[in-house]
């Protein structure tokens, strides 16, 4: 029994002891209340403490935690930008190795001979300046044709004496050229066979029965049976003057059938000269089609220019052979080809035009008569 109230008492010594020693601790933090008591106000002025220094002590290490974080990523950023220059370095390396390796490419073809210029590109511009002739005239160019025909039908020199005496010599003289001609230039009719100047990429007039032939099919075509001319004494009269004015009415519009042959004579003739012919002799490849004589048209010249490129398939092989500066040559050579073939082209144009005008005022004519329901001038 005495040992139980022993034990008692001394844990109720141990409880007072320790409500002393808390109550003084209390009383030394809080001096204002040390005799005077517990106090609320104490005691939430300490939670109050406790809390900021919480607080302030919680934002530092917050402030800590992000200053390192963002110290972190200003590394990672300066980490980011070294590679991307380093992997910049590395691309702008590979583009000069590979432009090295490119040259030395490049170089090893052209030691081959890959850009070696074509052959047919050693001899073109010795021949395309003498486009549309030379400095020599050779054989009866379109021209003469065209006044050797407006002759006849006039009547005029030797030419014009069937003419002169009308009717049956006509007939005559058309029957022995035709008869007389035969098979000259490859066809068996020439006389009467336009085919004789259309097809023909060089006709050498310089032969006088080609050159005869040709004249034959153009008096044949624009004006085969002219009438008689008019006499001295004809003329004198209204009936002549009548004659005399329509046949040079008529004479007007066949000039522009005439000027159409004409024109396709004078690029079918050989009067390129010399200098032409030897270009196109060399320029012609063995596949070329036609003959190449020692007289030579410029309509071949560019027949020839044609062939040798854009029907040959050895020039399409070639160009990959070529140097930049022969393939730009070559460019060249094509523009100034069609800049002439354009321009042969509207010079035929505007004689087309001349006889389509012709064509037009003939069936006018045919409509109103000649001459009648005109308006009378003042």
Request: proline content about 4%.
């Amino acid at each position: 029994m005495q040992t139980k109230n022993t034990k008692k008492n001394a844990r109720l010594s141990f409880r007072l002891s320790l409500l002393a020693t808390t109550v003084a601790a209390i009383g030394i933090a809080t001096p204002s209340y040390a005799f005077g008591g517990c106090s609320c106000g104490g005691v939430a002025n300490i939670v109050r403490n406790a809390r900021i220094n919480v607080n302030n002590h919680t934002t530092e290490v917050g402030n800590y935690i992000v200053d390192n974080i963002l110290r972190g990523v200003a590394q990672l950023s300066a980490y980011s930008k070294r590679e991307t220059e380093a992997q910049t370095r590395i691309a702008e390396a590979q583009d000069q190795n590979a432009v090295l390796r490119e040259r030395q490419v490049i170089r090893a073809a052209a030691e081959g001979g890959r850009y070696d210029p074509a052959v047919s590109a050693c001899i073109d511009l010795s021949g395309i300046q003498n486009y549309g002739g030379g400095q020599t005239s050779q054989g009866v160019g379109g021209i003469d044709i065209a006044n050797l025909s407006r002759n006849r039908s006039y009547g005029n020199g030797a030419a014009g004496e069937p003419v002169r005496q009308g009717g049956l010599a006509l007939a005559q003289e058309i029957q022995l050229d035709r008869d007389r001609l035969r098979n000259v230039a490859g066809f068996a009719d020439p006389t009467s066979d336009v085919r004789l100047l259309t097809e023909a990429i060089t006709l050498d007039t310089s032969d006088q029965e080609v050159a005869q032939a040709y004249a034959r099919m153009i008096n044949n075509m624009v004006d085969p049976l002219p009438p008689k001319p008019i006499t001295t004494q004809e003329a004198q009269t209204p009936t002549g003057l009548a004659r005399i004015a329509a046949r040079q009415i008529d004479a007007t519009r066949r000039s522009a059938s005439h000027a159409v042959f004409t024109y396709l004579g004078d690029i079918a003739t050989p009067t390129g000269g010399t200098e032409l012919a030897t270009w196109a002799q060399n320029a012609a490849g063995p596949a070329y089609p036609y003959n190449v004589g020692d007289k030579v048209s410029s309509l071949q010249a560019v027949d020839i220019f044609v062939h040798s490129r854009f029907a040959n398939p050895d020039w399409h092989q070639s160009i990959a052979r070529m140097s930049p500066e022969s393939v730009q040559r070559e460019l060249l050579l094509t523009q100034a080809l069609n800049l002439h073939v354009n321009w042969i082209r509207f010079g035929l144009e505007r004689r087309v035009a001349a006889v389509e005008a012709a064509q037009l005022a003939t069936y006018v004519d045919g409509i109103e008569g000649a001459g009648g329901g005109a308006p009378i001038g003042n």
